[in-house]
């Protein structure tokens, strides 16, 4: 079945650092893939998103580009803030349209 | 535009006791409906979810048991809590095939 990897954290960096939070996904088909964030406490917010192959998506300064032939979607951002510190999802639309979840890489941005 | 709403925020509840959470969407109509648990520090794990009124999909086996009786409400049931079943309760909505958006979650603990 349809699954998502991503690296594990907590992953800690200082502010104004360069983040790369990696995400690999096996999907039969062309699956949309997601990038959400959840804030301590709250729900998830959807961050960023891509629908086929080579579309970038961004978001506050956040991006990750699908790539079909390494089936990767990483997260990446060029300086952190302390506001970043947050739990970063990555995740598919199956062929279901329902959503597989990674597990979840929790950021720590330290000043 | 869209909002989703769910109560309590949060929950102090007794094993044996029996649990109601309610989630509501506005603004949408017929929308895919789901409802997660996130234990702490740990990831998403998808409970139920609906694709309309009265149509209630089970991924995992539980005490818990959900409800839709009406387009834009799901609720969450339990008839005796468990120890296990304290966390993070996310509801979310999604148009028929595309991202899903998440209200604010609910936090029982049972004790």
């Known amino acids: 079945g349809d699954s998502v990897t991503q690296m594990e954290g907590p992953v800690t960096l200082s502010e104004e650092a360069f983040l790369t939070i990696n995400c690999t996904y096996t999907?039969?088909?062309?699956?949309?893939l997601f990038w959400y964030v959840q804030y301590p406490g709250e729900g998830l917010q959807l961050l960023l998103k891509?629908?086929?192959a080579d579309d970038k998506g961004s978001n506050k300064g956040f991006e990750a580009t699908y790539r079909k032939e390494t089936t990767s979607f990483h997260l990446e951002k060029g300086s952190v803030q302390v506001s970043d510190s947050a739990v970063y999802f990555c995740?598919?639309?199956?062929?279901?349209?329902?959503?597989?979840w990674g597990a979840g890489t929790k950021l720590i941005i330290k000043p | 535009s869209q909002t989703i709403h769910q109560w309590p925020a949060t929950l102090v509840q007794p094993v044996g006791s029996p649990l109601s959470l309610e989630c509501t969407v506005e603004?949408?109509?017929?929308?895919?409906l789901y409802w997660y648990r996130q234990a702490a520090g740990r990831g998403l794990q998808l409970l139920f979810y609906?694709?309309?009124?009265?149509?209630i999909s089970s991924e995992v086996p539980q005490n818990l048991s959900a409800s839709r009786p009406q387009d834009r409400q799901f609720i969450l049931s339990s008839k005796k809590l468990l120890l296990s079943d304290s966390g993070f309760y996310l509801c979310?909505?999604?148009?028929?095939?595309?991202?899903?958006?998440f209200g604010p979650g609910t936090r029982l603990t049972v004790t």
């Open positions: 979310a909505w999604s148009p028929v095939t595309y991202e899903q958006y």
């Open positions: 603004g949408t109509s017929n929308p895919n």
């Open positions: 609906s694709v309309g009124i009265g149509q």
């Open positions: 999907a039969t088909g062309y699956p949309s």
């Open positions: 891509a629908t086929k």
């Open positions: 995740g598919l639309r199956d062929s279901n349209y329902q959503l597989i």
